[in-house]
């Protein structure tokens, strides 16, 4: 299998997949084989990671089914294999009410992260919109992102692009439980 025959989208269904999406180290691992296939050896060292751990990482993904061998070849008698993600995006579903949006929070892991030398955008806005600027807000920074993402050049450095747009609770709710 070449990275060229890999499904569109994979959505996250199964208790085992959402485990293997919530660690910070997996998620490091499926962003450096995002764009291109890698051995285990290429991502220890691209996530800092010693190879027993990533093997074990990789190992988990692979079993969640999201990502894949997509290639081998025998190197000095050993099978070198080649992972990539098992689509070219993997959906996860909303969070329950209550819990912990993964996604953000890797977000926020890997802005944390990010080297503070580096040139950076980082904006909270406080909008006032009705439903329809709301979804019409929503759908342009999808096509916004889906229209770099074609840009994109595995030969180029790693940008990472997270968004959030959603209805806060209500103050009262929150005042309430502060008390």
Not at 6 to 20: G, I, K, N, S, Y
Not at 33 to 49: C, H, S
Not at 67 to 86: P, S
């Amino acid at each position: 299998m070449t990275t060229d025959d890999l499904p569109e989208t994979l959505h996250v269904t199964t208790d085992e997949q959402l485990r293997a999406v919530s660690s910070l180290t997996r998620h490091r691992i499926m962003a450096v084989l995002r764009f291109e296939p890698a051995t285990i050896t290429q991502i220890a060292g691209r996530v800092g990671l010693a190879k027993g751990s990533s093997s074990y990482h990789v190992r988990l993904l692979e079993r969640a089914g999201l990502v894949k061998v997509v290639r081998t070849r025998k190197v000095r008698g050993v099978t070198e294999r080649y992972y990539a993600m098992a689509a070219r995006a993997i959906v996860l579903p909303d969070p329950g009410t209550g819990q912990p949006d993964v996604l953000m929070r890797h977000a926020v892991a890997d802005l944390e992260a990010a080297p503070v030398e580096g040139e950076r955008y980082v904006r909270m806005a406080h909008l006032r919109l009705t439903e329809e600027q709301f979804t019409e807000l929503g759908a342009r920074l999808e096509e916004l992102a889906d229209e770099y993402r074609q840009l994109s050049d595995p030969a180029l450095p790693d940008v990472s692009l997270a968004f959030a747009l959603f209805r806060p609770g209500s103050r009262e709710q929150g005042e309430g439980e502060a008390k």
